[in-house]
């Protein structure tokens, strides 16, 4: 059971808009930054979004995340069919005194 | 340019200790501010952040493992060592150790490496 609540699933057509949620509480989303990552199969995690929705050199625009109270989205736009892998959002903690990590999204474009 | 490896056991029995070293390069854990995190993954599961250790030797576990993990660094070998004692199948896992910015995000992973728990 993750601290942080992402639905499980999400999918798409080449070109739509997708968005995913990741629920958390005040001891983690709500008082501090959060960060998503690609993680496409077979691979190792890749930084995506950083500190709610900065993206790092070299991600494209067309992913964009952001943060509302206790929840965040990544928003991924003109989607690809390179863009179909697991997302996981994270936080910081203040409860657990670490980052805690989201339970994972399989994007899947039809 | 930032780069991980682990490096470990594959196969390793119920009971006994993991050790599992990653060894970094393009940059230091003696400057201020960086950390390098241990975080696994089983198989089809999600991501488990495990330990932390800061460049000040300050460490950070996992509650949940608390009791079971130990995290060192060895500046002058650019090496992270993390051992997990008594050894469960239900950890069997890719073990990934990576690079924390100060942004507070993980920005360089390694290649993970699996362990498999089985007598």
């Known amino acids: 059971q993750s601290v942080l609540t992402q639905p499980p699933s999400a999918s798409g057509t080449p070109g739509q808009r997708v968005t995913i949620s990741c629920s958390g509480s005040?001891?983690?989303?709500?008082?501090?930054?959060v960060y998503w990552y690609q993680q496409l199969p077979g691979t190792a995690p890749k930084l995506l979004i950083y500190?709610?929705?900065q993206r790092p050199s070299g991600v494209p625009d067309r992913f964009s995340g952001s943060k509302s109270g206790t929840s965040a989205s990544l928003a991924i736009s003109g989607l690809r069919s390179e863009d179909e892998a697991d997302y996981y959002c994270?936080?910081?903690?203040?409860?657990?005194?670490?980052?805690?990590f989201g339970g994972g999204t399989k994007l899947t474009v039809l | 340019q930032i780069t991980l490896k682990e490096s470990g056991p594959t196969l390793v029995k119920p009971t006994q200790t993991l050790t599992l070293t990653c060894t970094f390069s393009?940059?230091?854990?003696?400057?201020?501010?960086?950390?390098v995190g241990w975080i696994r993954q089983p198989p089809g599961k999600a991501l488990e952040w495990l330990a932390l250790i800061y460049w000040d030797d300050d460490k950070r576990y996992s509650p949940s493992l608390k009791s079971r993990l130990t995290i060192t660094k060895d500046t002058s070998k650019n090496q992270v060592v993390l051992t997990m004692t008594n050894i469960d199948p239900v950890d069997t896992a890719t073990y990934y150790c990576?690079?924390?910015?100060?942004?507070?995000?993980?920005?360089?992973w390694g290649q993970g490496t699996l362990v498999t728990v089985s007598s």
């Open positions: 500190r709610n929705a």
């Open positions: 990576a690079h924390r910015a100060l942004t507070g995000d993980f920005n360089s």
């Open positions: 005040s001891s983690n989303i709500g008082s501090t930054y």
């Open positions: 393009g940059f230091s854990l003696s400057t201020n501010g960086v950390s």
């Open positions: 994270a936080a910081w903690d203040d409860s657990l005194s670490g980052p805690v």
